[in-house]
T-cell receptor, first 111, second 114 residues
Framework: QKEVEQNSGPLSVPEGAIASLNCTYS??????FFWYRQYSGKSPELIMS????GDKEDGRFTAQLNKASQYVSLLIRDSQPSDSATYLC???????????FGAGTRLFVKA | DTAVSQTPKYLVTQMGNDKSIKCEQN?????MYWYKQDSKKFLKIMFS???????INETVPNRFSPKSPDKAHLNLHINSLELGDSAVYFC?????????????FGPGTRLTVL
């Protein structure tokens, strides 16, 4: 079982719609959860972090965490073509210093 | 000013050669990392240093040797390069050793081994 799993996509949504990206993780003791955005040919960029159950909103982005279900998601409201990128879910485990990245979900927002 | 910088941006070399990639961060962070991103875009940790001390050393061939002269710099030296080493190598930094506050990535070094 992969430690951090994401649907590779591509996920295609029309402009203005809500894009929903999902991630599951295997380490029940995980403490910190992150979403990174990576444009083609560029480096990952941290866009959201979440540490406790529930929702965390930042502009058009909402991160949701459910530790009981070992599930974290990212919602992008009013999706724009500029949101087209690969979104990486990352999880810091309960012990040690390692952050594990998922393989990423490719998002296409159609104008 | 670039927060995390890497040189070179592109590196094309022959099998068997030895090469180095340099990384510098001006964020005042205590922890730095090297990641490898392969052709399938999977990002995998290789090494991490906290205040010049090695804290993560993943299962990486010993042809790869990191060096941290100070907490703002982390270099990666690769001996006897192989075709399978072709990838994009990212340097990153974070304030906490745990990385629990998220990491900031450099622009990447695209290594091509011929």
């Amino acid at each position: 079982q992969k430690e951090v799993e994401q649907n590779s996509g591509p996920l295609s949504v029309p402009e203005g719609a809500i894009a929903s990206l999902n991630c599951t993780y295997s380490d029940r003791g995980s403490q910190s959860f992150f979403w990174y955005r990576q444009y083609s040919g560029k480096s990952p960029e941290l866009i959201m972090s979440i540490y406790s159950n529930g929702d965390k909103e930042d502009g058009r982005f909402t991160a949701q965490l459910n530790k009981a279900s070992q599930y974290v998601s990212l919602l992008i409201r009013d999706s724009q073509p500029s949101d087209s990128a690969t979104y990486l879910c990352a999880v810091r485990g309960g012990g040690g210093f390692k952050t594990i990245f998922g393989a990423g979900t490719r998002l296409f927002v159609k104008a | 000013d670039t927060a995390v910088s890497q040189t070179p941006k592109y590196l094309v070399t022959q099998m068997g050669n030895d090469k180095s990639i340099k990384c510098e961060q001006n964020l005042g962070h205590d922890t730095m990392y090297w990641y490898k991103q392969d052709s399938k875009k999977f990002l995998k940790i290789m090494f991490s240093y906290n205040n010049k001390e090695l804290i993560i050393n993943e299962t990486v061939p010993n042809r790869f040797s990191p060096k941290s002269p100070d907490k703002a710099h982390l270099n990666l030296h690769i001996n006897s390069l192989e075709l399978g080493d072709s990838a994009v190598y990212f340097c990153a930094s974070s304030q906490e050793a745990s990385g629990g506050d998220g990491q900031f990535f450099g622009p990447g070094t695209r290594l091509t081994v011929l």
